[in-house]
């Protein structure tokens, strides 16, 4: 699939990896939200029995599982203790583990952009202060990095100082960013720059929108008339709908998720602010509930603080434990 025309040194993709890694554990597991250490402190005797997963099925859903998801859980690991299968602290462990990969490894896809169709339109959404605007920045650097061109379209035209974000950064990394005065329609601004896009032959546009209107009602007619006003040039497009979402807001980001799903039905995740949160069990809820590729996740600032979503890597910040770190 995604051919990138120049790739970065793979070691030194490794090591930003490994120092991502590191940062997610540490950010993460911050507070309450380490589990192992639960899970032991759970079954001091080593027996595991109806008490312990109770007590667990608290753990779960105060590290923003949500209900129903760690009712699923729990229900499973139920079945196994109903089998003989849970015979010491180990095996509950292990079959925790499997189970939030279970709910985690489907929705692991990374976003990939094809050779084709050009411009390929990625339409970032969500509600104000989500970090959609940072998230483009950070975007764009991985995709000039692997060799891409980018284009920026500064569809939140409800905000001034949301056009000059963008253009501060388009000019500071020489990338070309389509605005128009604020207040103009959005629909309109991202239309004229898909159009630039194709004259220049540009690979990837990054369409940035509001988070914030009047009513939510309004924002979601807003992005939907977008959606359809670029489908106009290019049927296929946006050919990504990224909703960006807030950790931090634990379970109302499930919310917002589904709400913006049904309006619009997104086609990947990125979710920023997780060092804002000691309760990384968000994503679990909403990978459970929407089943939506997560593409990114967020600990930070920088841009390096940004990274693909990995399953593995993710259950295993969730649960280790303290001393890891
Ligand atoms: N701690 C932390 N802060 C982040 C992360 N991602 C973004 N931010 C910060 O969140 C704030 C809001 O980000 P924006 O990108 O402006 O959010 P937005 O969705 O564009 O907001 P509106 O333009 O108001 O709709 C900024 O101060 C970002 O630096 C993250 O992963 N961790
Ligand atoms: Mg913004």
């Known amino acids: 699939m995604a051919m990138f025309k120049k790739k970065k040194n793979p070691q030194e ?3 930003s990896r490994d120092g991502f890694i590191k940062r997610l554990r540490s950010r993460l597991n911050r507070g309450d939200s380490w589990l192992t250490y639960d899970l032991t402190k759970l079954a001091p005797g080593g027996k595991i029995d109806e008490d312990v997963l109770e007590q667990l099925e608290t753990q779960l859903v105060s590290a923003d599982i949500g209900v129903d998801t760690t009712e699923r859980i729990i229900n499973g690991l139920q079945r196994r203790l109903d089998r003989k299968e849970l015979k010491d602290i180990e095996a509950l462990g292990a079959s925790l583990r499997g189970a939030l990969l279970d709910i985690l490894k489907p929705v692991e896809q990374p976003l990939e952009i094809p050779d084709a ?17 940072t998230t483009i920045g950070k975007l764009a650097r991985r995709f000039l990095d692997d060799g891409l061109t980018v284009m920026l379209a500064a569809g939140d035209t409800f905000r001034a100082a949301a056009v000059e974000q963008l253009q501060v950064w388009g000019e500071r990394n020489n990338v070309p960013v389509i605005a128009q005065k604020s207040g103009a329609d959005p629909a309109a601004v991202i239309f004229d720059a898909c159009e630039a896009a194709r004259a220049r032959g540009i690979d990837v546009l990054l369409a940035d ?3 914030r209107l009047q009513t939510q009602q309004g924002l979601m007619d807003e992005l939907a ?8 040039l290019d049927p296929g497009a946006p050919h990504e709908i990224m909703l960006v979402l807030d ?10 998720a589904e709400k913006f799903h049904a309006s619009l039905g997104i086609t990947g995740i990125t979710i920023t602010k997780l060092d804002g949160t000691a309760k990384g069990g968000i994503l679990l809820s909403i990978a459970d ?10 600990v930070g600032e920088a841009a390096e603080d940004m990274q693909p979503f990995n399953a593995e890597e993710y259950v295993a910040a969730l649960l280790a434990g303290r001393q890891d770190n």
């Open 13 to 15: 993709d490794q090591s």
């Open 225 to 232: 008339k977008i959606k359809r006003v670029i489908g106009k």
């Open 209 to 211: 929108t509001a988070g």
């Open 247 to 256: 950790a931090s807001l634990g379970q109302n980001a499930l919310v917002q």
């Open 289 to 298: 509930r929407l089943k939506v590729p997560v593409r990114f996740i967020g």
């Open 117 to 133: 169709p050009r411009p390929y339109v990625i339409l970032m959404v969500g509600i104000n202060g989500a970090g959609k605007t």
